[in-house]
């Protein structure tokens, strides 16, 4: 079965400083990643995806992410925060050909002037 | 373009009453669809998916049921509420094979048991 860990469950961080959200995952055959933000009272909007190709995937309002198969992770960056990226963070891992999501129990990033 | 609906948005219901929630797709045809319940500081617990009208899989136990009446329509349900219900619903979608596992969310359900 597979498992997403994401340690931090909250992370602050002031304005215009660089982030890095944790993720990483456990399952035994290939699978595709994924990076959900949740904005409050809202649903969740897909941020970016990793299903095949190059490792480094990157969203249109700066964030990427880097699939590492061997360490597992998945792991969210930012190299510059506004405060309006204060949202939750959910990473999600499925197996390839496989129509479910596991998700992690999300990061809550917390951004201050 | 496709576009997810659920409601109501907010729902506020007695212990053991009964339970509606809708999501409704539109845009696509056949897609696969999904319940989902996310209470506080807990992340994402699916509860029901469906890959077709009539075809549910359930994921947990539990005091809720699902529905697929219509292609692009699905309902939760439960005949009796209780306070460990409470929570905030989404419903998602998927093209199925052909964008494999990319879900798309609706604007979710908050749904307060008293």
């Known amino acids: 079965a597979q498992s ?10 002031f304005e215009e400083a660089p982030v890095e959200l944790r993720c990483n995952y456990s399952s035994s055959v290939s699978v595709y ?18 299903l095949s190709g190059s490792t480094l995937v990157e969203s249109i309002n700066g964030f990427e992410a880097e699939f590492n198969k061997s360490q597992t992770s998945f792991h969210l960056r930012k190299p510059s925060v506004h405060i309006s990226d204060t949202a939750e963070y959910f990473c999600a891992v499925a197996n390839t050909g496989f129509q479910k999501l596991v ?11 | ?16 009453s009964p339970l509606s929630l809708e999501c409704t797709v539109e845009g696509t045809s056949n897609p696969n669809l999904y319940w989902y319940r996310q209470a506080a500081g807990r ?11 009539g075809q549910i899989s359930s994921e947990v136990p539990q005091n809720l049921s699902a529905s697929r009446p219509q292609d692009r329509q699905f ?14 619903y989404l419903c998602a979608w998927s093209a199925g094979l052909a964008a494999p596992n990319e879900q798309f969310f609706g604007p979710g359900t908050r749904l307060t048991v008293l």
Do not use: C, E, M
């Open chain 1, 4 to 13: 997403v860990t994401q340690l931090d469950s909250q992370v602050p961080v």
């Open chain 1, 33 to 50: 990643l994924f990076w959900y933000v949740q904005y409050p009272n809202q649903g969740l909007q897909l941020l970016l995806k990793y």
């Open chain 1, 103 to 113: 998700f992690g129990t999300g990061t809550r990033l917390l951004v201050s002037p």
């Open chain 2, 43 to 53: 992340g994402l617990q699916l509860l029901f998916y469906s890959v077709g009208i």
């Open chain 2, 1 to 16: 373009s496709q576009t997810i609906h659920q409601w109501p948005a907010t729902l506020v219901q007695p212990v053991g």
């Open chain 2, 75 to 88: 309902i939760l349900s439960s005949k009796k509420l209780l306070l460990s219900d409470s929570g905030f």
